[in-house]
């Protein structure tokens, strides 16, 4: 079974920029998450999907960060324009009926 | 708010001793324990978890010990490897439709020879 996947690998922007980040999830899982992972810290939650509608996204900054899932299946996070701050790893997940969730090796973003 | 505390922040370990890590946590609400193993420049594995029905869960070396009462969770890495050398998460979240994992701060483990 093939895992999350996600691209790009890496990305350097300048500040203001923006950026995107593509996410596949395991196929059949209906449950898809964005995390943010500041290097030396946790993931933290940015926006939760089920399906193709938005379960939370409370701590998602909405002035910058956007992401959708139209179809259900693959997701993209967008962030313009980006912060010195936002250099993190940003992480997809899907989860099983069974409440087990799969991470993606991410995608880290420095931004200069 | 913090809902999941984690110790220590970093722990060093001779190959074949015992690894431990600590959890607490707040809300009462959860009932999933997973604790998550991360080598760098990879995404968080699923290493072990557990559900508050039961005490403790064995898998390999890898075993968690849970304390409902006192809403606190342990790592126990048995006979460490050099290999096991990574950071480790632990993590809580409810059952349900808007169910999500609220992470500890980490701890990394450095085993050496």
């Known amino acids: 079974e093939a895992g999350v996947a996600q691209s790009p690998r890496y990305k350097i922007i300048e500040k203001r920029q923006s950026v995107a980040f593509w996410c596949n999830p395991i196929s059949g899982h209906a449950t898809l998450y964005w995390y943010q992972q500041i290097l030396g810290q946790g993931p933290k939650l940015l926006i939760q999907f089920q399906n193709n509608g938005v379960v939370d996204d409370s701590q998602l900054p909405k002035d910058r960060f956007s992401a959708e899932r139209l179809k259900g299946v693959d997701s993209t996070l967008k962030i313009q324009p980006a912060k010195l701050e936002d250099s993190a790893v940003y992480l997809c997940?899907?989860?099983?009926?069974?409440?087990?969730?799969?991470f993606g090796e991410g995608s880290w973003l420095t931004v200069v | 708010q913090q809902q999941v505390k984690q110790s220590p922040q970093s722990l060093i370990v001779q190959k074949g001793g015992i690894s431990i890590i600590n959890c607490a946590y707040e809300n009462t609400a959860f009932d999933y324990f997973p604790w998550y193993q991360q080598f760098p420049g990879k995404g968080p594995a699923l290493l072990i978890a557990i559900r508050p029905d039961v005490s403790e869960k064995k898998e390999g070396r890898f075993t968690i010990s849970f304390n409902k009462s006192a809403k606190q969770f342990s790592l126990h890495i048995m006979d460490s490897q050099p290999g096991d050398s990574a950071t480790y998460f632990c993590?809580?979240?409810?059952?349900?439709?808007?169910?999500?994992?609220?992470f500890g701060t980490g701890t990394r483990l450095q085993v050496t020879l």
């Open positions: 993590a809580a979240s409810f059952t349900g439709t808007a169910s999500k994992l609220t």
């Open positions: 997940a899907s989860r099983t009926v069974a409440n087990t969730i799969y």
